[in-house]
């Protein structure tokens, strides 16, 4: 790959992918992209950026024209919660977005298409305790059921086309720089940010709810592994397991009380509920472990000492 333009890279996993892909394959290479909110001052200093919406195919073809792109990694979607709000928008921009870039990257004859899947294809009728790879996909939520049919897509394109395409299913991500925007999953990264500032927080679902997560040195190294896998070995393309580690709520604030003894939480379940028990407890990632080698690194006290260090830090210097 000599060009790799990323789309959605404001958001929580494309920003922190911009910085750590520029890293590799040099600044100028890595062109990065969004909508319509402003890059943080990382993404937009070290390297190219361009203002467009990839629903428009136009715009997408003429960027990728104009820089060389020969890969491309989708990281712009409406997540699950924000998607039960407005399901139409979620359709718009998570299939129209992915079928122009899949179209773009036929016509352009790409090397590499980059498409992250999600824990949300699950839903009624997996095995909750264990998703396995293959069974049954089922989600009750829009952005689920975009997942499900991007992952189709994909693999159509793959076998139709001959495209090299890769996708992770990810858990919830964790992180420090980029705070997650609609996600059912977003609870795990608020109550890091509220034990610093406040000392508490109250959670939008239940104590016992337990959904897979990872933390982002986790997820940033999963999906560059996957990247420079050889295609020739995967058996899977679109639709990897990707698991790290799994917890209830009530896990997280014990695990928080080891580091700030006097932090607080209280319980307000809202809609958002319905969609965290809708989603597996954990993923068996065994086809990634054999066809690529993934191997994480953080489990929960890593991850909250990490959290809550990057986190204090920024609150002593007044940036949240
Ligand atoms: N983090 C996502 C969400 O909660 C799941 O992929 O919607």
Redesign the pocket.
Known sequence: MKKILIIGAVG?IGSELTLALRNIYGNENVIASTRKTPPSDKVRESGPFEFFDTTNKDDLLKVCKKYEIDAIVNMAAI?????EKYPMLAWDVNMNGLINVLEVAVELKMKQVLI?????VFGPGTPLDCAPQETVLKPT?M?GVT?VAGELLCDYYVQRFGLDIRGL?????ISNETL?G?????YAVAIYYDAVKYGKYTCFVKEDTKLPMMYMPDCLKGTIDLMQADFSKLKHHSDFNLGAMSFTVGEMADSIKKYIPDFEITYEPDF?QA??DS?PDAVDDSAAKEEWGWKPSYDLDTMTQDMLKVIGEKHKKGLI
């Open positions: 929580q997540l699950s919660a924000v998607g992250p899947s999600s824990i949300a939520t952005y997942k299913r990810y858990p919830g991500i997650p609609g996600g059912t999953t977003d958002r969609i965290a989603w």
